[in-house]
């Protein structure tokens, strides 16, 4: 089946600092979305992506859609506390799923 | 802002006994899905349900489960026969469209734990 590969599997970063993550699989995806999930919580949507190349901001936080629609990152540009969490990439392939493939997450831990 | 409610937020219930785990989903969506989490693991997508049936389902959601939207708000999963491998963050979604225009909304969460 399809498989997302989420990397970093965590990161551990000072306040203020510039954060990126990535998702990439074998597989063409039409959609890309980032959560965020807080524990003990639903995954929170932060930003959705449908078209390949499309750059996309929310605040601090940026994504982008890969040419390839294999891959996309997440930014997250002077990271505060609050930003601690684990971020998840989803995906929904080609051929009229409509389930979202979930990444395995990265962890974020930041220190103040 | 709306939001999906799930009840329980907590379940504790004994190997071979019978779940249902309940979600009010936002009230003008027309798509509901369930999805879990194992602890430390990535969400894995068990149905889709749309129109009063299921539209898409994974291997996961096997005899053992089972989905209904009893009424014009509640869209409910039961777990037949838990098993301990069941015990998992059980995630109620919705969106307004098939393509999820504006990403899928979820609950918080109902914690299953078999023992």
């Known amino acids: 089946g399809q498989q997302l590969n989420q990397s970093p599997q965590s990161m551990f970063i000072q306040e203020g600092e510039d954060v990126s993550m990535n998702c990439t699989s074998s597989?063409?995806?039409?959609?890309w979305l980032w959560y965020k999930q807080d524990p003990g919580e639903g995954p929170v949507l932060l930003i959705a992506?449908?078209?390949?190349?499309e750059l996309t901001s929310n605040g601090r936080l940026t994504a982008q859609f890969g040419i390839t629609r294999k891959d996309s990152f997440l930014n997250i540009s002077a990271s505060i506390p609050s930003d601690v969490g684990i971020y998840f990439c989803?995906?929904?392939?080609?051929?009229?799923?409509?389930?979202?493939?979930f990444g395995k997450g990265t962890k974020l831990t930041v220190n103040p | 802002e709306p939001e999906v409610t799930q009840t329980p937020s907590h379940q504790v219930t004994q190997m071979g006994q019978e779940v249902i785990l309940r979600c009010v989903p936002i009230s003008n969506h027309l798509y509901f899905y369930w999805y879990r989490q194992i602890l430390g693991q990535k969400v894995e997508f068990l149905v889709s349900?749309?129109?009063?049936?299921?539209?898409?389902k994974s291997e996961i959601f096997d005899d053992q489960f089972s989905v209904e939207r009893p009424d014009g708000s509640n869209f409910t999963l039961k777990i037949r026969s838990t098993k301990l491998e069941d015990s998992a963050m059980y995630f109620c979604a919705s969106s307004l469209d098939r393509e999820s225009t504006y990403g899928y909304t979820f609950g918080s969460g109902t914690r299953l734990t078999v023992v």
């Open positions: 597989s063409i995806f039409n959609t």
């Open positions: 989803a995906g929904r392939t080609q051929g009229g799923s409509e389930k979202l493939v």
């Open positions: 349900f749309y129109n009063n049936e299921i539209s898409e």
């Open positions: 992506l449908y078209k390949a190349g």
